[in-house]
């Protein structure tokens, strides 16, 4: 079964860091591309940050480039955002969505989520 | 960037009705757009890829249209579990971006 398992989520002072992981079973873990994406309480989605599958291409949602590192290591299976220099807007649940090509079209989209952990920035 | 809009970012409907969910870019994505649907307190789901194909295991009552800035997700005849929030979002930048979402309530 594929799964995606998020953990890390914490509550943190603005100005700290916190480190998310997301271990994944049930497909070819560097095969794909896999991503952050992340819902402040009572709003929508925003992705946040993505990377390819070995690791080599990043992309970084303007609101979160400079502060938050996306990595993975794929002998371990798992995903990674380190966050630093926090604030309060960063307070939202994180998911981790696994990135899918549709051949025909070439069109990408996120197919497989997490049930996401929880970041609260608040002093 | 590219900007997502989507409309209205409300709507109430009964069991049974057609609803239309609208979603712009703010530039041409060709038929880079997606759909998710997500129930409360559960991750996303999608629904529609590459502007009009059906996700695996989505009910044929979904379908969704549209090329370049303006697409259209239509559910056929509303259902009890499709009482959710829907979301579009484009592909053709990398910086990939979401709609501020559509809450489907009931009337």
């Known amino acids: 079964e594929v799964q995606l398992v998020e953990s890390g989520g914490d509550l943190v002072q603005p100005g700290g860091s916190l480190r998310l992981s997301c271990a994944v079973s049930?497909?070819?873990?560097?095969?794909?591309?896999m991503n952050w994406v992340r819902q402040p309480p009572g709003k929508g989605l925003e992705w946040v940050s993505s990377?390819?599958?070995?690791?080599?291409?990043?992309y970084y949602a303007d609101s979160v480039k400079g502060r938050f590192t996306i990595s993975r290591d794929n002998a371990k299976k798992s995903l990674y955002l380190q966050m630093n220099s926090l604030r309060a807007e960063d307070t939202a649940v994180y998911y981790c969505?696994?990135?899918?090509?549709?051949?025909?079209?070439?069109?990408?989209?996120?197919?497989?989520w997490g049930i996401g952990t929880t970041v609260t920035v608040s002093s | 960037d590219i900007q997502m809009t989507q409309s209205p970012s409300s709507l109430s409907a009964s069991v049974g009705d057609r609803v239309n969910i609208t979603c712009r870019a703010s530039?041409?994505?060709?038929?880079?757009l997606n759909w998710y649907q997500q129930q409360p307190g559960k991750a996303p789901k999608v629904l529609i890829y590459?502007?009009?194909s059906l996700g695996s295991g989505v009910p044929s009552r979904f379908s969704g249209s549209g090329s370049g800035t303006d697409f259209t997700l239509l559910i056929s005849s509303l259902q009890p579990e499709d009482f959710a929030t829907y979301y579009c979002?484009?592909?053709?930048?990398?910086?990939?971006?979401f709609g501020g979402g559509t809450r489907v309530e009931i009337k």
């Open positions: 969505a696994r990135g899918r090509i549709e051949m025909a079209t070439k069109d990408y989209s996120m197919d497989v």
């Open positions: 049930g497909f070819t873990f560097s095969s794909y591309e």
């Open positions: 990377i390819s599958g070995r690791g080599n291409t990043l």
């Open positions: 530039q041409s994505i060709s038929i880079y």
């Open positions: 590459a502007a009009s």
């Open positions: 979002q484009q592909s053709y930048s990398s910086l990939y971006s």
